[in-house]
């Protein structure tokens, strides 16, 4: 079993910077790869960034390119979200999520999840 624990929402103008925490725990090395996911109210959870945790390689949604980065720290088992430039629209619970294959990383197909921390950006 692998543990994830958020950390790092809050409140925030439009504008604004957030840093957002994800802590591993577990069995951390079964994991290929790390997700944030967001939740707005009323809407389908949505993709948001993914990180691999030997490469380090990346892949971000659109509506977040150039606003927000995916890093890792591998001795920590830690990942981050840099959200800047935040705008009203991305008000949501933010969920951090380890993928155990390529393929599951891949398909979006996460198989742990955090309890969420929520980012509220006013206008």
């Known amino acids: 079993q692998v543990q994830l624990v958020e950390s790092g929402g809050g409140l925030v103008q439009a504008g604004g910077s957030l840093r957002l925490s994800c802590a591993a725990s577990?069995?951390?090395?079964?994991?290929?790869?790390m997700g944030w996911f967001r939740q707005a109210p009323g809407k389908e959870r949505e993709f948001v960034a993914a990180i691999t945790w030997r490469s380090g390689s990346t892949v971000y949604t659109d509506s977040v390119k150039g606003r927000f980065t995916i890093s890792r720290d591998n001795a920590k088992n830690t990942v981050w979200l840099q959200l800047n430039s935040l705008k009203p629209d991305d008000t949501a619970v933010y969920y951090c999520?380890?993928?155990?294959?390529?393929?599951?990383?891949?398909?979006?197909?996460?198989?742990?999840w955090g309890q969420g921390t929520q980012v509220t950006v006013s206008s």
């Open positions: 577990g069995r951390t090395l079964s994991t290929y790869g």
């Open positions: 999520a380890a993928a155990k294959t390529p393929q599951a990383l891949g398909a979006r197909r996460y198989d742990y």
